[in-house]
């Protein structure tokens, strides 16, 4: 499988509650991890796929030693990382992320060389694309690159899946997307229906092939022609949510690609985002297959 998408260096602080404006909160623990939807992605599709479903990223990564720490992390999670490249003028992608005591959590991004992954390094990575199962992308690189990502993985027959997030504004061809998928807040700024169904029945008259709605503890609606169904969230403790939603969509890349349905990839893609919120950090909480496999069978 493929994901074209974005990696940061996350810098993250645990607080005893989320400060007001203008607000000191005291008391922190700090992680530095790295994120970025993109990678998150790749390394849950790494951590949780088979050698049959083996992971490569497409990304472009800074002039630091951020960019070292990357890619040498890539490497220990057996990430191809042929066509990871460094821009020479730019810094890695960053992130500032606050967690509160519930999980709940506040974020601020500089995409550094992120916003530098251009559709020429898509073109380079061709080959890599058309021999996948599925091609995973989400919007924190830019649009065109997206865009393009998708038209050379439909061209070739492989399954596209689009993390609409976060929400931009990007003219793409909605009728090559497979399975669009989309928290809450994404799916009415996309779908601007009056309710999440309306919203995602939107998306599917666009051309979309089936909408998958996270709803944090409270589970997916999948919405497709046929009808809405509902797989539950299981119920876990919340350290911190950061990264749930991509270890989801790596998750469910991996399942697809070994050719599950929909409902029981996302069931599965559900026990390991669970297992993700539990711990601390992006990249750090997200689970291996072993450790979803050996938990969903102590439940
Ligand atoms: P995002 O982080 O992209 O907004 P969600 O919050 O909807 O995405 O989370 C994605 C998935 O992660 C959910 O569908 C659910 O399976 C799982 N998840 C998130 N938060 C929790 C939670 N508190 N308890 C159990 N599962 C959760």
């Known amino acids: 499988m493929t994901v074209v998408g974005s990696a940061n260096a996350d810098f993250t602080m645990r607080l005893p509650a989320l400060p007001a404006r203008g607000e000191t909160v005291t008391g922190g623990r700090f992680l530095q991890a790295f994120g970025g939807k993109g990678a998150n992605s790749v390394v849950a599709a790494a951590r949780l796929g088979s050698p049959t479903t083996a992971a490569g990223f497409v990304a472009r990564l800074g002039n630091d030693a951020q960019a070292e720490s990357m890619l040498a992390a890539f490497g220990r999670d057996g990430i191809g990382v042929e066509h ?35 559709p020429e390094h898509v073109d380079a990575a061709r080959e890599m694309i058309a021999d996948s199962a599925v091609l995973l992308t989400q919007m924190e690189v830019p649009a065109e690159t997206v865009r393009h990502a998708i038209e050379l993985a439909a061209a070739a027959g492989v399954t596209v899946i689009l993390n609409f997030a976060p929400t931009v504004e ?21 779908g601007r229906g009056a309710t999440l169904e309306a919203s995602a029945v939107a998306l599917l008259g666009r051309g979309v092939g089936r909408v998958v709605i996270t709803l944090g503890a409270d589970g ?23 990264a749930a939603g991509d270890t989801f969509c790596g998750a469910l890349a991996v399942r697809m ?3 599950s349905v929909l409902e029981e990839a996302c069931r599965w893609a559900q026990a390991a985002a669970a297992l993700c919120v539990t711990g601390l950090g992006a990249q750090p909480s997200i689970p291996t297959r072993s450790e979803v496999e050996r938990w969903l069978q102590s439940r």
């Open 220 to 242: 997916v609606l999948i919405v497709e022609e046929r009808g809405v169904t509902r797989v539950e969230a299981f119920e876990v403790k919340a350290v911190d949510t950061t």
């Open 170 to 190: 990007a003219d793409l061809d909605w009728d090559k997307v497979d399975v669009l998928v989309v928290n809450e807040t994404e799916a009415e700024q996309l």
């Open 84 to 118: 990871v490249t460094r821009d020479p003028e730019m810094p890695s992608g960053a992130a500032l992320v606050m967690v509160g005591d519930a999980g709940d959590n506040y974020l601020a991004v500089a995409p550094g060389s992120n916003h530098r992954l251009m």
């Open 257 to 259: 690609a070994e050719g």
